[in-house]
């Protein structure tokens, strides 16, 4: 099993009603445990160290899948599954100000927001120490940013979140795919430690912004 699976898995195995995604399923293995591969979800090949994911709309969890079988998703509108795209946009010119934060009424300063479309409703959730936490948004919250930042119109329902990064000084805004969403959430789960989460933590954190912020294309150049 990868790094990144390991941390999907923990970023789902919440608290009862802490977050409307259930845990991922367990993959079949092949071998010893120290030689186990993770397998494709769907048709059970083996899968490269780097592969896609999709979006299970009905169980609402997130399925490792092989090149041939993701494909079979790509631009599909409907049906059980959803092809988790690849790339983060970054959004330099995003306007929030902190008053416009507070309103939003998160306990941190980090979090993602989503369209959902089982219920048909945006969902912010918040990393925590037991996982993804969903914060209900206050009423017409998100209808006054989306007012104010056209992009996010952009976002892909279930796949693609807005993802904010408001630490200390930082100021940084995203549209992400949802498997980067959550692996910040299973970082955030696997090393906290204590009330602040220790060195270790923000060491990591911090690193994985910095790969966001490095990897992270211009929307401009997103059709």
Request: glycine share 6%.
């Given at each position: 099993?990868?790094?990144?699976?390991?941390?999907?898995?923990?970023?789902?195995?919440?608290?009862?009603?802490?977050?409307?995604?259930?845990?991922?399923?367990?993959?079949?293995?092949?071998?010893?445990?120290?030689?186990?591969?993770?397998?494709?979800?769907?048709?059970?090949?083996?899968?490269?160290?780097?592969?896609?994911?999709?979006?299970?709309?009905?169980?609402?969890?997130?399925?490792?899948?092989?090149?041939?079988?993701?494909?079979?998703?790509?631009?599909?509108?409907?049906?059980?599954?959803?092809?988790?795209?690849?790339?983060?946009?970054?959004?330099?010119?995003?306007?929030?100000?902190?008053?416009?934060?507070?309103?939003?009424?998160?306990?941190?300063?980090?979090?993602?927001?989503?369209?959902?479309?089982?219920?048909?409703?945006?969902?912010?959730?918040?990393?925590?120490?037991?996982?993804?936490?969903?914060?209900?948004?206050?009423?017409?919250?998100?209808?006054?940013?989306?007012?104010?930042?056209?992009?996010?119109?952009?976002?892909?329902?279930?796949?693609?979140?807005?993802?904010?990064?408001?630490?200390?000084?930082?100021?940084?805004?995203?549209?992400?795919?949802?498997?980067?969403?959550?692996?910040?959430?299973?970082?955030?789960?696997?090393?906290?430690?204590?009330?602040?989460?220790?060195?270790?933590?923000?060491?990591?954190?911090n690193g994985f912004f910095a790969r966001m912020k490095e990897s992270?294309?211009?929307?401009?150049?997103?059709?």
């Open positions: 099993m990868t790094h990144e699976s390991r941390l999907l898995r923990g970023a789902l195995a919440t608290r009862r009603g802490a977050t409307p995604f259930a845990p991922l399923r367990r993959l079949a293995s092949a071998g010893d445990s120290d030689k186990a591969r993770e397998r494709c979800e769907l048709c059970c090949a083996l899968l490269a160290s780097e592969h896609r994911h999709l979006f299970e709309l009905a169980n609402r969890n997130i399925v490792c899948a092989c090149d041939a079988c993701a494909m079979r998703f790509q631009a599909v509108s409907g049906g059980r599954f959803k092809l988790v795209p690849r790339d983060a946009y970054s959004l330099p010119n995003f306007s929030l100000d902190d008053a416009e934060w507070e309103n939003l009424a998160l306990p941190i300063d980090l979090a993602f927001f989503f369209y959902h479309s089982g219920p048909g409703k945006m969902v912010a959730l918040y990393p925590s120490p037991a996982g993804a936490t969903e914060s209900l948004l206050p009423l017409n919250s998100w209808d006054r940013l989306a007012q104010k930042n056209p992009e996010v119109e952009r976002l892909e329902p279930d796949v693609q979140a807005l993802l904010v990064n408001r630490v200390g000084l930082a100021r940084e805004y995203y549209l992400a795919p949802i498997d980067q969403c959550f692996e910040l959430v299973g970082l955030i789960r696997a090393n906290w430690r204590g009330f602040s989460g220790g060195q270790d933590a923000w060491r990591k954190i992270a294309r211009s929307l401009e150049t997103h059709a």
